[in-house]
């Protein structure tokens, strides 16, 4: 089942948290889509249900959903008729009858029929549990009742909503509880909160935080809703509990980024006694009363396995299905999918086995999803489609779903199978027939055109600035165009060149290849890089652990973990003597980042960032926790955790006031047509050469401009292009959230 466990575990996290996965009324399920930058919804058969026409929409709550038009929130219901006639500027859907709503920059509450019950005159606020909601005044939480009265007063960082009787509040960096008496329950002294359900928080205790907020070498524990410990904050990893009742714990293991891995696991029950010791190397949750449970190096006298295998043990840890699959998945509908060894092919071959072990379905399937209502998603030779329980296959027909490594799908209950390539962006019903899709990637443009993917064939294209479709998707690993060129890939593994019109210009024999910068395109063979020029002829040998790319007559090459500059010659001219560790969290892109712009480069000395000049001088600094290159006479730099902009003298321009996080460590912070986007209160926007903020800030992503237009991405994972006013110029062709409604039938 390559069809990559851990997305599946997200996308099944997130349909159980939207309730659809755990309703027992068949549900109408109904799809939020984005059409021309408009939004409505679909059901399962890919009908229209909610007129796509809306700037912004929202998830169904208490039977209505919030809709944007013409710059104002208002809420209409299932049948698409308007309750509440938009009208505010910000709001964020219905919770025990109220929902909150921003009017002139302040926010209050409305009732069903849209009368304002509490006055807004808080600057955030959230939705109501327990009879409270909590609401920010000057810069502090507190909470009020439903009459807007101010029961516990606003001292806290931060405040969440109450769950089962108890709030997570926030005082001096650490999370505590109180109660909704605002009687202090457990004393703040957590680094993180999360309910975990059955009544029960995870508290994170220990470990360092890292420069993106996240906690390094932490220890999870639960409390009740009493704050006494249930499993005392001595594991490195918890699992939900199950059904059954069961969480698994891991003990020790390696530190690796901000978590722990390789340790063994075990089972407790939901007083937290431990019932199972930890001993495993990985398991998966308990379904119908077993697990699947991964052992350590085996050693018999008729077998021996380093990798160890999976089998299956009951809830006091008795094994009831021996450990001999290369892979196994959770029990569903009494059977559950296990993968074997083929001897006769590489890879592993899946099939269903019974609670005794038996095979009911003899493995065959190269991916195969668990059972939902007596059927199952396979993969069979080169064709996907249904089985029933008795093994009987149903073939979808050719290409759907899209194969590859960044491609994933599930299953919702009325068997359209959702298909994701990095994003959710097709659904597919039982004949493999598509009811809607999207370009799931689009941008960013360089030379006027932009990469996009089709989930459906999962290849690549290019679209203009208009939206126009210039190629269509039948490339493998596309790069960006550069100097009329880009290389792309092909099913059989070549590598080649395409001009704008997809004519074939130039065909290589290497591993790897990159753009034309300067004339020269960076290559890989056997481990080591070099260039070539455009009549694809080595220019300089492959002699460095990595390069970057020509701009201004050099590039950054790294040998032995430390980089300099070569001209186009291949002649080193700066001394290989600066750190790469920290240049870029994504190590592909590395030296790429590391470029001559406006006659400066960024360069890492010890845990700082300075600039140089052409002969190697440091010029500015190094002073900087981080650095971007400069462009139109900026760049930006991270002092004191925030992101400000200077000249070439060093001097700020622009203040560091904007936020910083470690993904601004992998894009292209910089201006671009005068613009450049930031970050303010984990949302991207754009601010001018003079800091004002132009475009506000409300995307999950934005990228450059380039003439005029600018691919953002929004909360709701979708993807539009936008004119320097911030206006939508052109939406996907059509788009998916990555979240989904359901809907009772009434």
Known sequence: MSIKDYLRLTLTVIITF?????????????????????????NAKGEIVIEIKYDDICFFAEDVVAVKIDGKWGYIDKTGAVVIPPQFDNTTGFSNGLAPVQIAGKWGYIDKTGTIVIQPRFDNTSRFSNGLAPVEIAGKWGYIDKAGTVLIEPVFQSARDFSEGLAPIKLNEKWGFIDTTGRMVVEPEFAHVLPYGR???????GGTKGESGQHIG???GLINNTGEYVIEPIYTQIAPFSDDGLAAVMVGGELEYSSYWNGEWGFVDTTGTIVIEPQFKEVRIFAEGLAAVKVDKIEEKDRVDAEGKWGYVDRTGKSVI???????TSFSEGLAAVAVSDPNDPGTKWGYIDKSGRYVIEPKFWEAAPFSGGSAFVLLNDRYGYINKHGRFKPAPKGFPPTGDCTSWTRLRSGIVVVTSNLINALINKKGEEIFKTYSRVGPFQEGL???????INLYGYIDCSGRTILEPRYDYPSRFSEGLAAVGDAKGGTYYIDRTGRTVLRIPYDYSREFYEGLAAIEIEGKHGFINREGKIAINPRFDDVGDFSEGLTAVMVNGKYGFIDTTGEIVIELQFDTAGINILPYRALRDIKFTEGLARVRIDDTWGYIDRTGTIVLGPRWEFAHQFSEELAAVVEDGKIGFIDHKGDYIIPPSFEWSARDARRDLLFSEGLAAITVNGDMGYINTNGNIVIEPTYAFAHPFYNGVAPVVTKYVETYV?????????????????????????
């Open 18 to 42: 939207l309730g659809c996965a755990q309703q027992e009324v068949e549900p109408t399920e109904l799809i939020r889509v984005g059409l021309d930058g408009k939004h409505g919804y679909i």
């Open 199 to 205: 009544g029960a928080w995870r508290v994170t205790v």
């Open 218 to 220: 932490s220890h999870y």
């Open 722 to 746: 936008i004119n320097e006013h911030g206006k939508y110029v052109w939406g996907p062709v059509r788009e998916l959230s990555h979240r989904y409604a359901t809907q009772k039938k009434q």
């Open 450 to 456: 932009a990469i996009i993917s089709s989930p459906v």
């Open 322 to 328: 021996e450990p001999i699959f290369s892979q196994a």
